[in-house]
């Protein structure tokens, strides 16, 4: 067993803060757009948190992302621009999720500095980190203070739409935040990956000696 230095501090304070963050927002938020059938605080206190929180995440987005533009740790999130090698790796991967794992198959993709994701994740992550979340960030400052931004959100198709938006990537990420708890639990045992992210070091598992004849 090995260990490799994959998660910096600053990736992991944004982590922990985002994943907080997340789990208060979606907190206020069920609050906030289900309020005669949930009572863990005032209408007024769940806006007035989801406001806060949702700035302080805003801020915590640009930290990250001032960190990878910044740095050569970019490189994690680099694309495969081979279709057919992503779409291999991509398969492989999905391979040992479906059924290899339960079989005790070793994990197709071995994680380094600048390869710490897997195929399925690295288009994933791109996808939410790119995308979604500044989506959702948008559709929450206009959700803020619709009449400052009643132009922008005009030209959007109005609130009905900004809303549908931001609620629609809330469920998304709501499904996210679970799927991501049980990923992370798939290490060598539930709590290693969960670990890496304390620590920074990730414990990897020996690959197994082909034998002498292949």
Request: proline letters at 5%; zero cysteines; a positive charge.
């Amino acid at each position: 067993m090995n260990r490799l230095y994959i998660n910096p501090l600053p990736v992991r304070i944004w982590h922990w803060t985002n994943a907080l963050g997340f789990i208060l927002l979606i907190a206020s938020g069920l609050q906030i757009r289900y309020l005669d059938l949930i009572q863990w605080m005032s209408f007024r206190t769940a806006v007035v948190a989801h406001n806060w929180i949702g700035f302080v995440l805003i801020a915590n987005f640009f930290v990250w992302l001032g960190f990878y533009l910044f740095s050569d740790k970019i490189k994690v999130y680099h694309p495969e621009l081979s279709p057919a090698k992503y779409f291999r790796a991509s398969f492989r991967q999905m391979q040992f999720y479906g059924y290899g794992i339960f079989k005790g198959d070793p994990n197709p993709h071995h994680p380094s500095a600048y390869r710490k994701f897997n195929a399925l994740q690295s288009m994933m992550y791109q996808i939410i980190m790119m995308l979604l979340v500044p989506i959702q960030f948008f559709t929450g400052v206009l959700l803020w203070d619709v009449a400052r931004f009643s132009s922008i959100v005009e030209r959007l198709g109005g609130v009905r739409v900004v809303d549908t938006v931001h609620v629609v990537l809330f469920i998304l990420f709501s499904g996210f935040i679970i799927v991501h708890v049980y990923l992370a639990s798939l290490g060598h045992t539930p709590s290693a990956h969960f670990k890496a992210m304390i620590t920074g070091y990730e414990e990897i598992e020996d690959e197994p000696k082909q034998d002498a004849a292949s």
